[in-house]
């Protein structure tokens, strides 16, 4: 079985700031691969990260960053330097032979 | 290039009802999913096709069935609507396999009444 926790159903963040948003997750496959997607009102549905379970180095993507700790599960995604264009819902989400999405995070930003 | 196309965008249907859902992909992905989201419960997978000819359940399948009709196309039917269905529904389609990204179509919001 495939599972994902996003345990934080809404955050903030001021604008310019730093922003870390949570993923914990499961699975019993030994090759797997970790996302984020950004969903912003418009519903589309928009790639920002990437994590191959097998490499130990962090994905950056710009402002967008994980950490990801393979033994805690865990996969969080950090965003710097947040602009207003960041707001929107947040999915964490992970491939292991079959993708399979978490409850969302919806990040604010204040300007 | 259309990337992944769903008809129709919306949708009213009375309890009881029946209808399908159109997917269809021009980037000859192996893969094909579809969700419904919901408020508070993210993306839910119903069914996904891991290649042409093949389809498998996935987290919340009762009520669904599927056609996974060629390469290109991967349809939803809803036999007999409830409302409780009411949601929007995604389709997706990637090259399967490890690490690769999902294209997503733009969404059918579905009302059952």
Known sequence: AQTVTQSQPEMSVQEAETVTLSCTYDTSESDY???WYKQPPSRQMILVIRQEAY??????????SVNFQKAAKSFSLKISDSQLGDAAMYF?????NKLVFGAGTILRVKS | NAGVTQTPKFQVLKTGQSMTLQCA?????????WYRQDPGMGL????????????????????????????????????????SQTSVYFCASSWGGSGTEAFFGQGTRLTVV
């Not at chain 1, 490499?55 to 967008?64: L, V």
């Open chain 1, 55 to 64: 490499k130990q180095q962090n994905a950056t993507e710009n402002r967008f």
């Open chain 1, 33 to 35: 691969y970790l996302f």
């Open chain 2, 44 to 83: 839910r997978l119903i069914y996904y096709s891991a290649s042409e000819g093949t389809t498998d359940k996935g987290e919340v399948p009762n009520g669904y069935n599927v056609s996974r009709l060629n390469k290109r196309e991967f349809s939803l039917r809803l036999e007999s609507a409830a409302p």
């Open chain 2, 25 to 33: 992909q021009d980037m000859n992905h192996n893969s094909m999913y």
């Open chain 1, 92 to 96: 964490c989400a992970l491939y292991g």
